[in-house]
Nanobody, 115 residues
Framework: QVHLVESGGGLVQAGGSLRLSCTAS????????MSWYRQAPGTQRELVAM???????EYADSVQGRFTISRQGAENTIYLQMNNLKVEDTAVYFC?????????WGQGTQVTVSS
């Protein structure tokens, strides 16, 4: 069974930066794609960024140009570099790994951006 462990969340002022990490228990190239989602209180979970096995990336419009998803295969880890953070980026951020229709989720890491 795949396990994903996120880290790197915390409290930061608006305009600041954070880098999230997600380490998988197996080779990340086994997955069709890996993604970061987020969920703020009272809202649905939304896709933030995705990287597929070929390296193609996609971003939500709200984070385009501010967030960057990347990976380090040797460490079975993906990252989310978040720059110029805004108060509305406050949420629990979840890592996701997908193989066909099977999705695995991490436990989530809290990101709080203060004004």
């Amino acid at each position: 069974q795949v396990h994903l462990v996120e880290s790197g969340g915390g409290l930061v002022q608006a305009g600041g930066s954070l880098r999230l990490s997600c380490t998988a228990s197996e080779n990340i190239f086994n997955f069709n794609d890996m993604s970061w989602y987020r969920q703020a209180p009272g809202t649905q979970r939304e896709l933030v960024a995705m990287i597929n096995v070929g390296g193609r990336t996609e971003y939500a419009d709200s984070v385009q140009g501010r967030f960057t998803i990347s990976r380090q295969g040797a460490e079975n880890t993906i990252y989310l570099q978040m720059n110029n953070l805004k108060v509305e980026d406050t949420a629990v951020y979840f890592c996701n790994a997908r193989i066909l229709r099977r999705n695995t989720w991490g436990q989530g890491t809290q990101v709080t951006v203060s004004s």
